[in-house]
Every structure is written in C-alpha cells, then in structure tokens.
C-alpha cells in the first residue's frame, strides 16, 4: 500500500486518544468525590455518586 510502518502505528495510536482523554475526565471525577467526601465513600457508594453524576463505568 506504500505507507511507512511509523504512519500507520502512530494512527492506531492516536485513535485511543478520546478513550485516554474521557478514562481522564472519570479519574479527575472519582478523585474530586473522593476527596469532596474526606476519603471515605468505598466502591459501592462511589458508584452511586457517580451515577447520580450521569457517569457509567460499565455496561451492565
């Protein structure tokens, strides 16, 4: 196809851009509630403070 190896990984690369960029956003989300909450919500409460922020981690 004539396309160097280097184009091609560095597009698969940055294909995953929005994926780090959005798994950021989460992270910064779940860190604010954390600290917002002095460290104590574990993982259950943690996932209802970030439903009730529209924020879905899984699909089920």
Do not use: W
Request: charged share 30%.
């Amino acid at each position: 196809m004539g396309i160097c190896p280097n184009a091609y990984y560095n597009y698969k690369k940055d294909r995953k851009a929005g994926y780090r960029e959005q798994k950021e956003k989460f992270k910064n989300k779940i860190l604010q509630i954390y600290h917002e909450y002095s460290g104590n919500p574990g993982y259950r409460m943690m996932r209802v403070y970030l439903l009730r922020a529209k924020i879905s981690l899984s699909n089920t």
